[in-house]
């Protein structure tokens, strides 16, 4: 073999396919300046892109074509936990580490399942970082949670609202939506009359924009906090105005300040024409964890890689990716930002701790 | 084929050109033929019978007049212009009206509604309206039924829904396919009276009808069709007067 | 004409309607119509045009549910039964507006007719035994010798939406042949025909009472026709009952000839 | 008849020899997801194709067969020969239960009726949290169990065995001419006595039954199941391997799995294109293939005069 | 009290759109019985059409809705000349799979041009809320409410007052006939699924530019729009009003008082209730007899 393949499965059709896409665009940025420096084990590294709608079987497909077929040393994805969760089993089998940059269920790193690896924030960790920020300076007595009705928003709910209420922050009101809601006066109508200071969303960009705008358009005030790809060019444009000081939660944002982090910002955005988001960041670390696993093992050997994996130590525009024995990564730093002119400041940052 | 020979068409024919003239038809549905060289003359004014056994190919032949079949070959000609395979509304529009088998009203509109719509391509709407008052005069029981969906009328009054309709549209010539079909026999006098009427008022009639005594009643001239093909053409007196002539043909 | 008493075995008829009247919103379609068919009869349902004669006909097979009245059929209370509950009892029939199967051939409609006869449990639909064989066997049999009678040999195989009006008339009484019928009910058999198919057609409706079915009520504006078959009759109008009585008494009822048959029966 | 019988046997027996021919898993892979396409197009077939009337909510069963499967295995540890059947029964339950319900209604009011129950049991799975897991869905299905490929594949064979056959009697017998009689004219089979709700009840619990089955096997075969078993596009996806096929046919849903399957992996090679060609290789089918593979075929032979049945629909797909 | 009389206010403007959405399918599914799956794909097209036009031809709102009907118009012309009417007159079965391959293909394809990102479509007005009492509510609501309100009408009218209206529902119940009253039926046909591709462009835009415009937006738009037709009955425009009305108040109570993590439910299950009850929908009747 002349190439050193890895397999990428990922939404590129279907509800998720933008934040796909996204994951898509960092790992073939990754793949790109790894190749200019000569590749890994002296061979450039090819990138196997399979789509696998978010759908567990579709999924899995990929997953049997990429091993059978392309023989990658490899996998990263599959974007959904649910389809991530489908290709454990089959990574697990054929005995190929996977690597997840994005999937966030608590549930994935909870199986032993020793070929997998979450190069991502859980919701557990993210709500342990900021909640007590977000409490603390944000004076907030009351919240409204409001997420997305999927594995992830409704995570991020429990999680963000446990240890708020840990910290004496009452609970309002918890609602969720379906994924594609496009209008949210009822929800919001509610929320109204909950009366909370504060408002957390678990959603993502499009729902989120549009959650965002019509909260305006109600004249609601009070302050909105979330978890989601919101610190992006794109969201900030979707929801115009509406988006002024809201604050989000994010495992990455373009505009943290650190060397690593602007020559990342500065490749991308001379390759894609747009800054980074959180699912760009995502598909890059994965990519450049993966790849430096497979120059440590020094060579692809399935079981090397694996325990290479277990022994990263990364560094990523935004911190340092490492992981627990259960393969869930640590170290690197959280953000939460704060939406001003248009642009996301950064208002804390904290580095997410390995769970107990 | 048979043993009756094919009469000349001159022999029976009244003088001057025919208004509409078929020559060596020939239809076929998908592979299978089903008319094999058709040829008639109808002329202005006259009323015409075309008779014959189940399945001979009298439908198919004023379907294909009437443009809802395409010729294979032959030709067809209205007032000297050739018709054949022009769509059906234009063959409407040109002053041919055909009044299907099996009735074809529109089940989901009222009476009235498929009454007005006989007469899509008239514009004026007082015109429909006087037409309208013609149709539910000739056709009493329909102006009972005028706000009846036809999906929900009696088979006759079906039957006699789709002639009202036929005839909204002020044809030149007026092709009915079975228009006694399901009606009572005094109904079915009546209808065939409307038919002499319209007929006297200048109207062309060529006429597929089952019941060989009213066809012949009406129609000066009768075609007989055998398996797709004409076998004879006389005056209607002469074939009514020999029944056994006629059963010869229509036996099947 | 054949000269059967009303009811030859005396007592119950085969199917008697009491006092059935239909309405439709304001339309009275049909009022308090009452006749019967006794074993051995062929029976004519007649009259003008929207008399009710098909409304009849749809609630006697539990089409309809009558708005009042009764029917029995074998002596049983069938008002209101489901169609193929009815049918199940023997009472068969055809309708006025052309009913096949247009995309079977001629003959799988025939032998689709067979369905009562060859009703069978799920077991033996995927387990089926020498039983189950032979009746099918037997019902394919039997398909082709109805088609045959019927005169439509030359179309055995020919799907039905190639038949032309006449002949799916005829396959529609072949089709409800085939499920046996005690009685068999027919509505316009014979539209479609001509005079001449017609005379034909009623020749092999009388060859069929005793043998195939036991008897017959039909519809139809072909008075050669039902006159030439017809025991007995029953004629209606603006769905009351006008007149009943054996052919020559109806066609000389002035009332009849007034409302139905009009001048050239006079 | 006999034909259909013997192409049916003839690609039985290719399939059983193909374990012995083909080691690469990724093909085996293929072909297992064939079958067990196979099974579920078979069934939806039985409906489409038999009781004439348009399921969009087959799914339905699919998916109460998947997650019946899936809660035996995760919660009371059955093995799948065990948890398989049960599976098709409770989907047939299904299929009664909805069956009452939908098979009063026809044309375009089944055809949305029945996609409603569909989504309705997606929307419970989503969000009846404590027994479905919600949209986490259930993990590790009879983990632990089967590894080769072999195995799967010769238990879906041995289940497309099974169906076909049952569908095969069916079809073919009076019970299907009678839902046949039901499809092409309510108003005939009523008046030769057939009980139309009835007969149309067979061929719709047949056919839950047997997607059930597919269901089942699919959540040991996959191991994971979640809510999106019962989304439209899987349902769209059967679709078209029903009607590519031929619908009304027992061989045209097997071909048309097979190609489908085959179709959407030859075309993971064009990457963003895929989809997109794969709409059009749709349409173009119904426009040049107006009856699917075996209509077309059906029509050659006529044309050949090779059969003596006139319509290509007519063909296969009664007595 | 006054949380229900928002609730309601929420639920009529979404019911208007509901009903505007599924306008299109009205005709072509509920009049032409073209079980149309590409319905949500045309209503994603007039929003992404809406966004190109007024973004890249710098149009303004009112501008670019009508070069989306002209545009969307001469499309679903197309679509049904050199598709739908070459597999009409075979039943169901092959538009179902025409439309599906259709629709896949359109998201696609539309995937490949403008990306898998949301889409902002110039609004007509600027956005602000207005307070009735106790309701709130925006201008461009109210705006869209009107022109959907209209577009109703005029859709009712076009059907039920004109020529070409009867002369659609004489095709559609038999187009024999139709053709031998002098109806162009082929031009019928094709006037019709414009008509309706034009509708649901319209609405697709009109929406976009409150929401968003995007590629996969199609689905849940097509699976709605079926249930409010086949709620209304089949092709009847008081019955689409009434069905979009019913599911949008019943969506919103439902998510005012229990919950609204799964409204999507609502809708199906007044689907099967109100068939249950009336297996014609609430406002078309049966002309059919035995
Ligand atoms: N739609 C059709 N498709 C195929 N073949 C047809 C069709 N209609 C009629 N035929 C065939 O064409 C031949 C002529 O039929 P046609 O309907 O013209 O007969 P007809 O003389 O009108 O008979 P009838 O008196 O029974 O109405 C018949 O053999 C018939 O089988
Ligand atoms: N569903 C219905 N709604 C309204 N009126 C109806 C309905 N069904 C039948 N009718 C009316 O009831 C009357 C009787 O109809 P029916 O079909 O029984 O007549 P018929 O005696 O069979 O006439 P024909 O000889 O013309 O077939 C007709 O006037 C018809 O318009
Ligand atoms: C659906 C997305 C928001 C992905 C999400 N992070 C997950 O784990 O499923
Ligand atoms: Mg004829
Ligand atoms: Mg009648």
């Given at each position: 073999?002349?190439?050193?393949?890895i397999?990428?499965?990922?939404?590129?059709?279907?509800?998720?396919?933008?934040?796909?896409?996204?994951?898509?665009?960092?790992?073939k940025?990754?793949?790109?300046?790894?190749n200019?420096?000569?590749?890994?084990l002296?061979?450039?590294?090819?990138?196997?892109?399979?789509?696998?709608?978010?759908?567990?079987?579709?999924?899995?497909?990929?997953?049997?074509?990429?091993?059978?077929?392309?023989?990658?040393a490899?996998?990263?994805?599959?974007?959904?936990?649910?389809?991530?969760?489908?290709?454990?089993?089959?990574?697990q089998?054929?005995?190929?580490?996977?690597?997840?940059?994005?999937?966030?269920?608590?549930?994935?790193?909870?199986?032993?399942?020793?070929?997998?690896?979450r190069?991502?924030?859980?919701?557990a960790l993210?709500?342990?970082?900021?909640?007590?920020?977000?409490?603390?300076?944000?004076?907030?007595?009351?919240?409204?949670?409001?997420?997305v009705?999927?594995?992830?928003g409704?995570?991020?709910?429990e999680?963000?609202?446990?240890?708020?209420?840990?910290?004496?922050?009452?609970?309002?009101?918890?609602?969720?939506?379906?994924?594609?809601?496009?209008?949210?006066f009822?929800?919001?109508?509610?929320?109204?009359a909950a009366?909370?200071?504060?408002?957390?969303?678990?959603?993502?960009?499009?729902?989120?924009?549009?959650?965002?705008?019509?909260?305006q358009?109600?004249?609601?005030?009070?302050?909105?906090?979330?978890?989601?790809?919101?610190?992006t060019?794109?969201?900030?444009?979707?929801?115009?105005?509406?988006?002024?000081?809201?604050?989000?939660a994010?495992?990455?944002?373009?505009?943290?300040?650190?060397?690593?982090?602007?020559d990342f910002?500065?490749?991308?955005?001379?390759k894609?024409?747009?800054?980074?988001?959180?699912?760009?960041?995502?598909?890059?670390?994965?990519?450049?964890?993966?790849?430096?696993?497979?120059a440590?093992?020094?060579?692809?050997d399935?079981?090397?890689?694996?325990?290479a994996?277990a022994?990263?130590?990364y560094?990523?525009?935004?911190?340092?990716?490492?992981?627990?024995?259960?393969?869930?990564?640590?170290?690197?730093?959280?953000?939460?930002?704060?939406?001003?002119?248009?642009?996301?400041k950064v208002?804390a940052?904290?580095?997410?701790?390995?769970?107990? | 084929?048979?043993?009756?020979?094919?009469?000349?068409?001159?022999?029976?024919?009244?003088?001057?050109?025919?208004?509409?003239?078929?020559?060596?038809?020939?239809v076929?549905?998908?592979?299978?033929?089903a008319?094999?060289?058709?040829?008639l003359?109808?002329?202005?004014?006259?009323?015409v019978?075309?008779?014959?056994?189940?399945?001979?190919?009298?439908?198919?032949?004023?379907r294909?007049?009437?443009?809802?079949?395409?010729?294979?070959?032959?030709?067809?000609?209205?007032?000297?212009k050739?018709?054949?395979?022009?769509p059906?509304?234009?063959?409407?529009?040109?002053?041919?009206?055909?009044?299907p088998?099996?009735?074809?009203?529109?089940?989901?509109?009222?009476?009235?509604?498929?009454?007005?719509?006989?007469?899509?391509?008239?514009?004026?709407?007082?015109?429909?309206?006087?037409?309208?008052?013609?149709?539910?005069?000739?056709?009493?029981?329909?102006?009972?039924?005028?706000?009846?969906?036809?999906?929900?009328?009696?088979?006759?009054?079906q039957q006699?829904?789709?002639?009202?309709?036929?005839?909204?549209?002020?044809?030149r010539l007026?092709?009915?396919?079975?228009?006694?079909?399901?009606?009572?026999?005094?109904?079915?006098?009546?209808?065939?009276?409307?038919?002499?009427?319209?007929?006297?008022?200048?109207?062309?009639?060529?006429?597929?009808?089952?019941n060989?005594?009213?066809?012949?009643?009406?129609?000066?001239?009768?075609?007989?069709?055998?398996?797709?093909?004409?076998?004879?053409?006389?005056?209607?007196?002469?074939?009514?007067?020999?029944?056994?002539?006629?059963?010869?043909?229509?036996?099947? | 004409?054949?000269?059967?008493?009303?009811q030859r075995?005396?007592?119950?008829?085969?199917?008697?309607?009491?006092?059935?009247?239909?309405?439709?919103?304001?339309?009275?379609?049909?009022?308090?119509?009452?006749?019967?068919?006794?074993?051995?009869e062929?029976?004519?349902?007649?009259?003008?045009n929207?008399?009710?004669?098909?409304?009849?006909?749809?609630?006697?097979?539990?089409?309809?549910?009558?708005t009042?009245?009764?029917?029995?059929?074998?002596?049983?209370?069938?008002?209101?039964?489901?169609?193929?509950?009815?049918?199940?009892?023997?009472?068969?029939?055809s309708?006025?507006?052309?009913?096949?199967?247009?995309r079977?051939?001629?003959?799988?409609?025939?032998?689709?007719?067979?369905?009562?006869?060859?009703?069978?449990?799920?077991?033996?639909?995927?387990?089926p035994?020498?039983?189950?064989?032979r009746?099918e066997?037997e019902?394919?049999?039997?398909a082709?010798?109805?088609?045959?009678t019927?005169?439509?040999?030359?179309?055995?195989?020919a799907?039905?939406?190639?038949?032309s009006?006449?002949?799916?008339?005829?396959?529609?009484?072949?089709?409800?042949?085939a499920?046996?019928?005690?009685l068999?009910?027919?509505?316009?058999?014979?539209?479609?025909?001509?005079?001449?198919?017609?005379?034909?057609?009623?020749?092999?409706?009388?060859?069929?009472?005793?043998?195939?079915?036991?008897?017959?009520?039909?519809?139809?504006?072909?008075?050669?026709l039902?006159?030439?078959?017809c025991?007995?009759?029953?004629?209606l109008?603006?769905?009351?009952?006008?007149?009943?009585?054996?052919?020559?008494?109806?066609?000389?009822?002035?009332k009849?000839?007034?409302?139905?048959?009009?001048?050239?029966?006079? | 008849?006999?034909?259909?019988?013997?192409?049916?046997?003839g690609?039985?027996?290719?399939?059983?020899?193909?374990?012995?021919?083909?080691?690469?898993?990724?093909?085996?892979?293929?072909?297992v997801?064939a079958l067990f396409?196979?099974?579920?197009?078979?069934?939806l077939?039985?409906?489409?194709?038999?009781?004439?009337?348009?399921s969009l909510?087959?799914?339905?069963?699919l998916?109460?067969?998947?997650?019946?499967?899936?809660?035996?295995?995760?919660?009371?540890g059955?093995?799948?020969?065990?948890?398989?059947?049960a599976?098709?029964?409770?989907a047939?339950?299904?299929?009664?239960?909805?069956?009452?319900?939908?098979?009063?209604?026809?044309?375009?009011?089944f055809?949305?009726?029945?996609?409603?129950?569909?989504?309705?049991?997606?929307?419970?799975a989503?969000?009846?949290?404590?027994?479905?897991?919600?949209?986490?869905?259930?993990?590790?299905?009879?983990?632990?169990?089967?590894?080769d490929k072999?195995v799967?594949?010769?238990?879906?064979?041995?289940?497309?065995?099974?169906t076909f056959?049952?569908?095969?009697?069916?079809?073919?017998?009076?019970?299907?001419?009678?839902?046949?009689?039901?499809?092409?004219n309510?108003?005939?089979?009523?008046?030769?006595?057939?009980n139309?709700?009835?007969?149309?009840?067979?061929?719709?619990?047949?056919?839950?039954?047997?997607a059930?089955?597919?269901?089942?096997?699919?959540?040991?075969?996959?191991?994971?199941?979640?809510?999106e078993?019962?989304?439209?596009?899987?349902?769209a996806?059967?679709?078209?391997?029903?009607l590519?096929?031929g619908?009304?046919?027992?061989?045209?849903?097997?071909?048309?799995?097979?190609?489908?399957?085959?179709l959407?992996?030859?075309?993971?090679?064009?990457q963003?294109?895929?989809l997109?060609?794969?709409?059009?290789?749709?349409?173009a089918i119904?426009?040049?293939?107006?009856?699917?593979?075996?209509?077309?075929?059906?029509?050659?032979?006529?044309?050949?005069?090779?059969?003596?049945?006139?319509?290509?629909?007519?063909?296969e797909?009664t007595? | 009290?006054?949380?229900?009389?928002?609730?309601?206010?929420?639920?009529?403007v979404?019911?208007?759109f509901y009903?505007?959405?599924?306008?299109?399918?009205?005709?072509?599914?509920?009049?032409?019985?073209?079980?149309?799956?590409?319905?949500g794909e045309?209503?994603?097209?007039?929003?992404?059409?809406?966004?190109?036009?007024?973004?890249?031809?710098g149009?303004?709102?009112f501008?670019?809705?009508?070069?989306?009907?002209?545009?969307?118009?001469s499309?679903?012309?197309?679509?049904?000349?050199f598709?739908?009417?070459?597999?009409?007159?075979?039943?169901?079965?092959p538009?179902?799979l025409?439309t599906?391959?259709?629709?896949?293909f359109?998201?696609?394809?539309?995937?490949?041009a403008?990306?898998?990102?949301?889409?902002?479509?110039?609004?007509?007005?600027?956005?602000?809320?207005?307070f009735?009492g106790?309701?709130?509510?925006?201008?461009?609501?109210l705006?869209a409410?009107?022109i959907?309100?209209?577009?109703?009408?005029?859709?009712?009218?076009?059907i039920?007052?004109t020529?070409?209206?009867?002369?659609?529902?004489?095709?559609?119940?038999?187009?024999?006939?139709?053709?031998?009253?002098?109806?162009?039926?082929?031009?019928?046909?094709?006037?019709?699924?414009?008509?309706?591709?034009?509708?649901?462009?319209?609405s697709g835009?009109?929406?976009a530019?409150?929401?968003?415009?995007?590629a996969s937006?199609?689905?849940?738009v097509?699976?709605?729009?079926?249930?409010?037709?086949?709620?209304?009955?089949?092709g009847?425009?008081?019955?689409?009003?009434a069905?979009?009305l019913?599911?949008?108040v019943?969506?919103?109570?439902?998510?005012g008082?229990?919950?609204?993590g799964?409204?999507?439910?609502?809708?199906?299950?007044?689907?099967?209730?109100?068939?249950?009850?009336?297996?014609q929908?609430?406002?078309?009747?049966?002309?059919?007899?035995?």
């Amino acid at each position: 073999q002349d190439s050193v393949k890895i397999g990428l499965v990922e939404p590129l059709t279907g509800s998720v396919a933008y934040n796909g896409k996204s994951v898509v665009e960092g790992a073939k940025l990754a793949v790109e300046q790894i190749n200019a420096k000569g590749g890994v084990l002296g061979k450039p590294v090819e990138l196997v892109i399979e789509d696998g709608q978010c759908a567990p079987a579709n999924s899995v497909n990929a997953v049997e074509k990429l091993v059978q077929k392309d023989k990658v040393a490899v996998l990263v994805g599959a974007f959904c936990s649910s389809a991530t969760a489908a290709i454990m089993p089959v990574a697990q089998k054929y005995k190929i580490p996977l690597v997840t940059g994005v999937s966030s269920s608590a549930a994935l790193t909870e199986q032993n399942n020793p070929w997998f690896f979450r190069a991502a924030e859980t919701d557990a960790l993210m709500a342990k970082a900021f909640a007590k920020i977000l409490a603390n300076d944000l004076k907030l007595k009351s919240v409204a949670y409001v997420g997305v009705n999927d594995d992830w928003g409704r995570g991020g709910v429990e999680e963000f609202s446990r240890d708020l209420s840990a910290l004496g922050v009452k609970t309002a009101m918890t609602e969720y939506f379906d994924h594609g809601t496009t209008d949210f006066f009822t929800l919001l109508t509610k929320l109204r009359a909950a009366k909370p200071d504060g408002i957390f969303v678990a959603a993502e960009t499009q729902d989120g924009s549009i959650l965002v705008k019509q909260l305006q358009e109600m004249g609601l005030q009070s302050k909105v906090f979330g978890v989601g790809s919101w610190a992006t060019a794109d969201f900030i444009n979707l929801t115009g105005d509406a988006a002024e000081g809201i604050y989000a939660a994010v495992p990455y944002v373009s505009s943290v300040e650190n060397p690593a982090n602007q020559d990342f910002v500065k490749a991308y955005e001379g390759k894609y024409k747009v800054k980074p988001g959180k699912y760009g960041a995502a598909g890059y670390n994965a990519l450049n964890i993966t790849a430096q696993a497979i120059a440590r093992a020094g060579g692809t050997d399935a079981e090397a890689i694996r325990k290479a994996l277990a022994q990263t130590d990364y560094k990523a525009p935004n911190g340092n990716y490492r992981f627990t024995a259960k393969g869930q990564a640590y170290g690197f730093d959280a953000v939460l930002v704060r939406i001003e002119g248009a642009t996301p400041k950064v208002v804390a940052s904290a580095p997410v701790e390995a769970p107990q | 084929m048979s043993t009756i020979t094919m009469d000349a068409p001159d022999r029976t024919a009244t003088a001057g050109d025919p208004v509409l003239r078929v020559q060596d038809l020939h239809v076929a549905y998908g592979s299978t033929a089903a008319l094999h060289g058709i040829s008639l003359d109808v002329h202005a004014g006259e009323t015409v019978a075309l008779i014959g056994a189940n399945g001979a190919g009298k439908s198919t032949t004023l379907r294909a007049i009437s443009g809802l079949l395409k010729a294979r070959s032959g030709s067809i000609d209205w007032n000297g212009k050739p018709i054949a395979n022009r769509p059906p509304e234009e063959i409407v529009a040109a002053g041919i009206a055909h009044c299907p088998e099996e009735r074809h009203v529109w089940p989901g509109m009222t009476v009235e509604e498929n009454i007005a719509l006989g007469a899509y391509l008239c514009r004026s709407k007082d015109e429909v309206r006087t037409r309208m008052g013609m149709a539910f005069h000739r056709f009493p029981r329909l102006r009972e039924r005028a706000r009846q969906m036809a999906g929900t009328l009696s088979g006759g009054e079906q039957q006699m829904l789709a002639i009202a309709r036929a005839l909204m549209s002020e044809p030149r010539l007026l092709m009915l396919d079975e228009p006694s079909l399901g009606l009572s026999p005094r109904m079915a006098e009546e209808v065939f009276e409307v038919v002499r009427a319209i007929n006297a008022h200048g109207v062309t009639v060529l006429l597929v009808e089952q019941n060989i005594h009213n066809a012949l009643a009406v129609a000066s001239r009768a075609y007989v069709v055998q398996t797709g093909r004409i076998t004879t053409a006389r005056p209607s007196a002469e074939l009514r007067d020999d029944p056994e002539l006629l059963k010869a043909y229509l036996g099947g | 004409m054949t000269a059967l008493p009303t009811q030859r075995h005396g007592g119950e008829p085969l199917l008697r309607a009491e006092n059935l009247t239909m309405r439709f919103g304001g339309i009275t379609a049909v009022k308090q119509v009452g006749f019967s068919v006794g074993p051995g009869e062929i029976v004519g349902l007649i009259g003008p045009n929207g008399a009710g004669k098909t409304t009849c006909f749809n609630m006697l097979t539990g089409f309809y549910t009558p708005t009042e009245g009764r029917v029995f059929f074998k002596g049983a209370d069938v008002t209101s039964h489901k169609p193929h509950a009815i049918a199940r009892l023997g009472l068969i029939r055809s309708f006025q507006k052309t009913n096949v199967m247009k995309r079977l051939t001629v003959f799988e409609n025939v032998l689709t007719g067979h369905y009562l006869e060859g009703r069978q449990s799920l077991l033996a639909t995927f387990f089926p035994g020498e039983r189950v064989r032979r009746a099918e066997r037997e019902a394919r049999e039997s398909a082709a010798a109805v088609v045959e009678t019927m005169g439509l040999a030359r179309r055995m195989n020919a799907p039905a939406h190639l038949l032309s009006c006449g002949e799916l008339r005829l396959l529609e009484v072949a089709v409800a042949l085939a499920a046996k019928p005690t009685l068999l009910m027919l509505d316009e058999p014979a539209a479609g025909l001509n005079s001449h198919e017609a005379l034909l057609f009623g020749e092999t409706l009388k060859t069929l009472i005793g043998k195939v079915v036991q008897s017959l009520l039909i519809v139809e504006h072909n008075m050669e026709l039902v006159m030439g078959v017809c025991d007995r009759i029953v004629v209606l109008n603006f769905g009351q009952m006008l007149a009943e009585g054996e052919p020559r008494e109806i066609l000389n009822n002035p009332k009849v000839a007034e409302a139905y048959l009009g001048k050239a029966a006079a | 008849m006999t034909l259909e019988r013997n192409v049916l046997l003839g690609l039985g027996v290719l399939a059983a020899l193909l374990p012995f021919a083909v080691t690469d898993q990724y093909l085996l892979h293929l072909a297992v997801m064939a079958l067990f396409y196979a099974i579920l197009a078979n069934s939806l077939n039985l409906v489409v194709g038999y009781v004439g009337e348009f399921s969009l909510g087959h799914t339905a069963f699919l998916g109460t067969g998947a997650y019946t499967a899936a809660l035996l295995s995760v919660n009371a540890g059955w093995p799948m020969w065990a948890a398989v059947p049960a599976a098709g029964l409770v989907a047939a339950l299904f299929g009664l239960g909805i069956g009452a319900i939908t098979l009063r209604l026809q044309g375009p009011y089944f055809v949305i009726v029945t996609l409603s129950f569909a989504e309705v049991l997606r929307i419970i799975a989503n969000n009846w949290i404590g027994v479905t897991n919600g949209p986490m869905g259930l993990a590790g299905v009879g983990q632990g169990g089967i590894a080769d490929k072999r195995v799967f594949f010769a238990i879906v064979l041995g289940l497309a065995a099974l169906t076909f056959y049952l569908s095969y009697r069916f079809v073919y017998s009076n019970a299907g001419r009678a839902a046949v009689a039901v499809r092409e004219n309510r108003y005939v089979a009523q008046s030769i006595g057939v009980n139309p709700f009835g007969s149309a009840m067979q061929a719709f619990v047949l056919g839950a039954f047997m997607a059930g089955l597919a269901g089942g096997f699919y959540a040991f075969y996959i191991s994971f199941v979640g809510p999106e078993v019962f989304r439209f596009s899987f349902m769209a996806t059967i679709i078209i391997m029903v009607l590519m096929g031929g619908k009304g046919t027992l061989v045209g849903p097997v071909v048309g799995a097979v190609i489908v399957t085959l179709l959407e992996e030859y075309l993971r090679e064009l990457q963003e294109l895929r989809l997109s060609l794969f709409g059009l290789i749709v349409m173009a089918i119904v426009l040049f293939l107006p009856n699917g593979l075996m209509g077309f075929i059906a029509r050659r032979r006529e044309q050949r005069g090779d059969a003596p049945s006139l319509s290509p629909a007519i063909e296969e797909r009664t007595v | 009290m006054d949380l229900f009389l928002q609730f309601l206010a929420n639920g009529l403007v979404v019911g208007v759109f509901y009903a505007l959405s599924a306008l299109g399918l009205t005709l072509i599914f509920g009049l032409m019985r073209v079980v149309n799956f590409a319905h949500g794909e045309f209503y994603m097209l007039g929003g992404v059409v809406g966004w190109f036009v007024t973004t890249y031809l710098g149009l303004d709102f009112f501008s670019g809705l009508v070069l989306v009907a002209l545009v969307m118009g001469s499309f679903g012309w197309a679509v049904d000349r050199f598709l739908i009417e070459r597999v009409r007159g075979q039943g169901e079965e092959p538009g179902i799979l025409l439309t599906i391959g259709l629709s896949i293909f359109l998201v696609n394809i539309t995937l490949l041009a403008v990306g898998p990102a949301p889409l902002k479509v110039a609004r007509a007005i600027t956005e602000g809320p207005i307070f009735l009492g106790p309701v709130t509510i925006t201008k461009m609501r109210l705006l869209a409410m009107v022109i959907g309100v209209a577009l109703i009408f005029a859709a009712h009218a076009i059907i039920h007052r004109t020529r070409l209206g009867s002369a659609m529902r004489a095709t559609f119940q038999d187009p024999m006939a139709a053709s031998l009253a002098g109806i162009r039926t082929k031009q019928v046909y094709a006037a019709t699924f414009a008509l309706g591709c034009t509708l649901s462009a319209l609405s697709g835009m009109l929406l976009a530019s409150i929401y968003s415009a995007q590629a996969s937006v199609g689905g849940l738009v097509s699976l709605k729009s079926f249930v409010v037709v086949i709620l209304g009955g089949m092709g009847s425009f008081p019955g689409a009003i009434a069905g979009g009305l019913l599911l949008g108040v019943a969506e919103a109570l439902w998510g005012g008082y229990v919950a609204t993590g799964m409204v999507d439910i609502i809708g199906f299950l007044l689907v099967i209730l109100i068939l249950v009850l009336r297996p014609q929908g609430l406002f078309s009747i049966r002309a059919e007899r035995a």
